[in-house]
């Protein structure tokens, strides 16, 4: 089992950066896919970014790719997401993810951090 703590949420203005951190729980973390999702007012959530174990694959929404880059720290336990150019469609709370197994269904959950990109 893994608990992930997100941190770096914030204020900031539209084409400004934040690098959102979730700090992971366990000795396996490298056995996990990583990944981000993300819940906008009214909306479902939706994926924004993953990356493999090892962090040789990544994967991203069409919405960020070329913006976003997530990456990992295995001698850490912690994964990032390094988010530039943010617009204001971009405002959410943003969710740390976990799973041994799949890229798009995950088990493990963080608390959410608030992302809010003013314009």
């Known amino acids: 089992q893994v608990q992930l703590v997100e941190s770096g949420g914030g204020l900031v203005q539209a084409g400004g950066s934040l690098r959102l951190s979730c700090a992971a729980s366990g000795r396996t973390f490298s056995r996990y896919i990583m990944g981000w999702f993300r819940q906008a007012p009214g909306k479902e959530r939706e994926f924004v970014a993953a990356i493999s174990e090892s962090g040789g694959r990544t994967s991203y929404a069409d919405s960020v790719k070329g913006r976003f880059t997530i990456s990992r720290d295995n001698a850490k336990n912690t994964v990032y997401l390094q988010m530039n150019s943010l617009k204001p469609e971009d405002t959410a709370v943003y969710y740390c993810?976990?799973?041994?197994?799949?890229?798009?269904?995950?088990?493990?959950w963080g608390q959410g951090t608030q992302v809010t990109v003013s314009s």
């Open positions: 993810v976990a799973d041994r197994y799949n890229w798009r269904s995950y088990d493990y």
